[in-house]
């Protein structure tokens, strides 16, 4: 449109005539005159069509609901592919034949907010939950627009009319409870965890309890969410220094025991050592209780090699290395070959197999990851999804 505009104002300017002769008559008339004219013959030949087409479908043709579904079935593709014109066609084409649906009324809202356009999107959204009343599409409208526009109270409500008509639906049931639990509503969020049929269940009233204690301090809820989240060591610890607020320093290191033969951690080891007289046997304890992982082999190498005792850290550290092949214990490793003069006494492992590792805490759903340990997700709102991984990190080449 932009070039023949330009020809147009080009053939104006340069004041060209074309000439016509017909039966010995002439005709001539300005270059860019013509270029208007057919212009304009184009443009309304082109509307003419296009209202002609509509006219016949509304009039000539019969709706079809075959047809329908089939352009229900293009609009669901498009909105996979994001062919935001296929959808738009499909959707007009589908409602011509099936009428207005509300199939078809959610679909328009979602292409709404596929567009950008909120506003469209929610008075469609909330004039299909007032026509759709207690129906799963009409509640699910709500609390997808609710949770697009981070309103929880609204999104709260919403999903729990979803469960109204599906009581067993166990997605919807962990995310009414991390939305409780956001809300502070820890009551509400304890009478849905017993509708959950979840393996996870456990973890979860964990992190509720735990979320609890975030808010109050009461040190009951933090004993609840040990009971039941005793790998954890975030909540191993702060259950503990809770413990320990109280004048129960002795329970304090012993659920640390459980929680480190749970799942060793160094943050927990630490936390173990400081609270003992004598670092070296407390070192010694854990290992005992854990004799199979690397952490505490590891950790009670860096002990006696702090004390000088190099020939028994190197000892350990070989051990650690067995067990887990990762270049941070090879380093060590590498550090004490130096410092012990006799090297016979030992069995030294092959240390070009060890790999790099990275430790980090990443959501089951969404894959955040997190230095520690996290109750809620804060990217997909997700409750107790957190697991620990060591993996290689992505090196560059």
């Known amino acids: 449109m932009l070039c023949w505009t330009v020809v147009v104002v080009a053939a104006y300017f340069l004041d060209i005539n074309v000439s016509l002769s017909i039966d010995g008559r002439v005709l001539s008339s300005p270059l860019w005159l013509v270029f208007v004219f057919c212009s304009c013959v184009c443009l309304l030949a082109k509307y003419s069509l296009k209202c002609w087409n509509k006219i016949v479908d509304f009039v000539s043709k019969k709706p079809d609901v075959y047809k329908g579904l089939e352009q229900l079935q293009i609009a669901f593709s498009g909105m996979l592919v994001k062919d935001l014109s296929g959808v738009k066609k499909a959707l007009y084409k589908s409602k011509r034949h099936l009428g207005d649906i509300p199939m078809i009324s959610w679909l328009e809202g979602q292409f709404s907010l596929m567009t950008g356009n909120t506003y469209e999107a929610t008075s469609k959204f909330f004039k299909l939950s007032a026509e759709e009343k207690n129906t799963a599409l009409g509640a699910y409208s709500l609390s997808q627009l609710a949770i697009e526009n981070r309103s929880r109270r609204e999104a709260l409500h919403a999903i729990k009319v979803i469960l109204k008509i599906h009581p067993e639906a166990n997605t919807q049931i962990q995310t009414v409870i ?109 290992l005992n209780s854990v004799s199979e992982s690397w952490v505490a082999y590891y950790e009670f190498a860096k002990i006696l090699e702090i004390q000088e005792m190099n020939a028994q850290a190197l000892n350990y550290f070989i051990k650690a290395y067995r067990c887990k092949n990762y270049e941070l214990i090879a380093n060590n490793i590498r550090i004490l070959l130096q410092k012990v003069d006799d090297l016979s006494m030992f069995d030294i492992p092959n240390l070009d197999t060890a790999t790099q590792v990275k430790f980090s805490w990443i959501c089951a759903k969404c894959h955040h990851e997190a230095g520690m340990w996290q109750s809620l997700c804060p990217i997909c709102s997700s409750i107790a999804t957190y697991e620990f991984l060591e993996q290689s990190p992505n090196l560059p080449v």
């Open 178 to 286: 991390a939305l409780c639990v956001k809300e502070g509503l820890f009551d509400d969020a304890l009478s849905y965890l017993r509708k959950l049929d979840s393996c996870d269940r456990e973890k979860i009233e964990g992190a509720i309890h735990y979320e609890q204690w975030c808010r109050n301090h009461d040190y009951k809820e933090i004993q609840k969410a040990f009971d039941r989240l005793k790998n954890i060591p975030r909540v191993a610890i702060a259950c503990a220094d809770e413990a320990i607020n109280h004048g129960k320093t002795r329970y304090a290191t012993k659920l640390l025991k459980k929680s480190f033969q749970k799942f060793p951690n160094k943050d927990v080891f630490d936390k173990y050592l400081a609270l003992k007289r004598d670092s070296f046997s407390a070192a010694r304890d854990l």
